[in-house]
Each structure stands twice: as C-alpha cells, then as structure tokens.
C-alpha cells in the first residue's frame, strides 16, 4: 500500500534506544499462532503476567479485542484476515518505537500472511511462537462453542474446519501447548528473552 502524499515522517529526539534505556529491557514483539483452543491468549497473558512482575513494560494484542475496535469493520474472509494483520503489524511498529514488549495473539493461518507481518515489523523484531495443539485437542477445549457451529455450518471461513491453517516451518519457539503445563510454557518463552538479551533479569 503507498504512503499518503505530502507527509514527511518527523525524526523523534526521544527514540527507540533511549526508551528502552528507560525500561530497561530492549523492546520485541512475540508473536503467537495456532489454530482457535490452543493456548495462544492464555499464554501471551501469562507471559505478560510474568513479564510485568519483572518490571517489564508490555502490552497484548489479543485477536478478539482488536476486533471489537481497531479492526471492528472487518469479516474473516482471507483478505480481510489480511488486512487485519496488516494493521496490526503497523501498531507493532508503533509499540516497538515506544519500547514495549508487545504480544500478539491472533491465529494468522497463512504462511504468507505472517511473512508480510514480520516484513512490516522487521523480522529480527519478531519472535514467532507456534502454539502447536492437535485439532481435537483445541475442539474438546471448545468453550465457546465455536467448532461445534462450524461443524455444523453455522459460522464460514473456520480455521481448522472450513478455512486452512498453515503451520509454522520454522517458528523461533514451538510449544506443545496441548499436554505441557502452562508455567513451562512460560519458563520456556521467558528464557529464550533471556538468551537474546531482551531482558536481563
């Protein structure tokens, strides 16, 4: 998409290294998939719970939320998938400018949507995280009902039923979230931080 004519990016004396000086973690954007039941909210709020008990500055982008504004006029069809990941993928920019730890939890299905995502981020800002849970295992944690309507007809364009999910080939973290307990699922994200100097404590 071409930028808007006639506008000038404004160069900030307070920048990205400075704020992250001030928080005291360097700012990074984890990016969990997986089809809908696999643990990606419940995981990125725990992490941002663990997170935030060290003094970190963090925020989650949870799928669900940012439909109800940001991306309120948007359906599920594949494009508008797209262009949901688009705009979140800008946001990010935004967060990562501001120093934060953000965490994105949204299924993005497509290969290629992830890779357009991680282009608009930067890919050393991204740290992909594959919440890897078998189908069935996600339909039995099925608390909303969602697989159940799919199944039956009443919701289109399902990931995992009616619409595909295209896994991760080479994810930075895959986690079987469908038999591991959730604190290691943590402990695990939490020292890959650690390993890449994103955070020192």
């Given amino acids: ?34 089809l809908s039941g696999s643990g990606k909210s ?19 982008f949870d ?6 504004g940001l991306c309120r006029d948007l359906g599920f069809s594949l494009p508008e998938r797209k262009e949901n990941l688009r705009r979140i993928a800008e946001m990010i920019k935004l967060f990562l400018d501001a120093g934060v730890i953000s965490l994105t939890a949204f299924i993005s ?17 991204v740290i992909e995280v594959y919440c890897n849970c078998p189908l069935e295992i996600c339909e039995q944690r099925d608390v909303k009902g969602l697989y159940k309507k799919a199944r039956a007809g009443e919701i289109q364009n399902y990931t995992g039923i009616s619409s ?13 979230t469908g038999t591991l307990p959730l604190q290691e699922c943590v402990n695990k994200i939490i020292t890959v931080l650690r390993e890449r100097w994103i955070i020192l404590k």
């Fill in 1 to 34: 998409m071409p930028s808007s004519p006639h506008v000038i990016r404004h160069k900030a004396a307070v920048n990205r290294p400075r704020r992250e000086t001030l928080n005291g973690h360097r700012s990074i954007n984890l990016w969990f998939t997986g």
């Fill in 42 to 60: 419940t995981l990125a709020h725990a992490v941002e719970e663990r997170l935030h008990l060290m003094g970190c500055r963090t925020y989650v």
């Fill in 63 to 68: 799928g669900d939320n940012v439909r109800h």
């Fill in 109 to 125: 299905p497509l290969e290629s949507d992830r890779a357009m995502a991680k282009e608009i981020i930067g890919p050393e800002n």
């Fill in 164 to 176: 595909p999910y295209e896994a991760p080939q080479q994810p930075d973290i895959d986690i079987d």
